[in-house]
Every structure is written in structure tokens, then in C-alpha cells.
């Protein structure tokens, strides 16, 4: 599944993404090879607060002395780029757009074993 990102990934500048569902859970995520250790603090965050903020916002880039952030709302949750300085904004929000439809289809883990607890049971 996470093939699914290497168009995004292959921006220079781009040095991550992830997905946080709704319920601020960290679905997926990929960074490179210079940003190893952030995927990790990153994927430790409690992220539902951050979802509860952002609500109906539709996409939103957040620039920050060190680092740049685009973010974009999906019907599962929200994907979050982790951009540098000099990365082309314009080509990762294209790329975004490519890749919002094929993350509509992750479901979170919980309504995955919900849907096949309903069909063994019913």
C-alpha cells in the first residue's frame, strides 16, 4: 500500500507523509531515509486533537521557520506533507489530488474488523 506514495515521495523536498484518521490515529506513513527518526516521534503523537482543530478545512499549508507542512482533508482523515524549504508546492498539491482518491479506500483497522465481524456474525 505504501507504493501508493511514491510519486508524492519522489518531489525533491519532500521528506514525508502521513495519513491520521479522523480519530487522530496514525493510519500510514512514509518518510525518507534522512527523516527515519521523525517518522517515529511522529507516529507516537496524539494526533485527535490536531483533527478536531483543522475540522472542516478542506487543505492548508503551514510554513514554520524549519520545515513546511501541506495538509490535506480526505473522507478518512487527513494527509500530511512534510515539505522543505525549496519543494515545488504546486506539483505536491497535484500530486495530492492524484492520490486523494486512493486513500478514500483505507479504512481504519477498527471499521475493517467491524465489517468482517458483521458478515460472520449476520
Not at 8 to 36: A, C, P, T, Y
Not at 59 to 65: C, K, N, P, Q, S
Request: net charge neutral; proline share 3%; charged share 30%.
Amino acid at each position: 500500500m505504501k507504493d501508493i506514495f511514491k510519486d508524492v515521495m519522489g518531489i525533491e523536498g519532500v521528506h514525508g507523509l502521513m495519513v491520521v484518521s479522523n480519530e487522530g490515529g496514525v493510519m500510514l506513513s512514509k518518510f525518507s531515509s534522512d527523516f527515519r527518526d521523525e517518522e517515529e516521534k511522529l507516529s507516537q503523537v496524539n494526533w485527535e486533537p490536531f483533527t478536531i482543530e483543522m475540522g472542516s478545512i478542506k487543505d492548508a499549508e503551514l510554513i514554520y521557520d524549519s520545515a513546511r507542512f501541506y495538509i490535506k482533508k480526505s473522507e478518512t482523515g487527513f494527509l500530511i506533507v512534510i515539505i522543505g524549504d525549496n519543494a515545488p508546492i504546486s506539483l505536491v498539491r497535484l500530486n495530492c489530488e492524484i492520490l486523494l482518491p486512493l486513500l478514500t479506500k483505507i479504512q481504519p483497522a477498527s471499521k475493517r474488523i467491524g465489517k468482517i465481524l458483521r458478515k460472520k456474525i449476520f
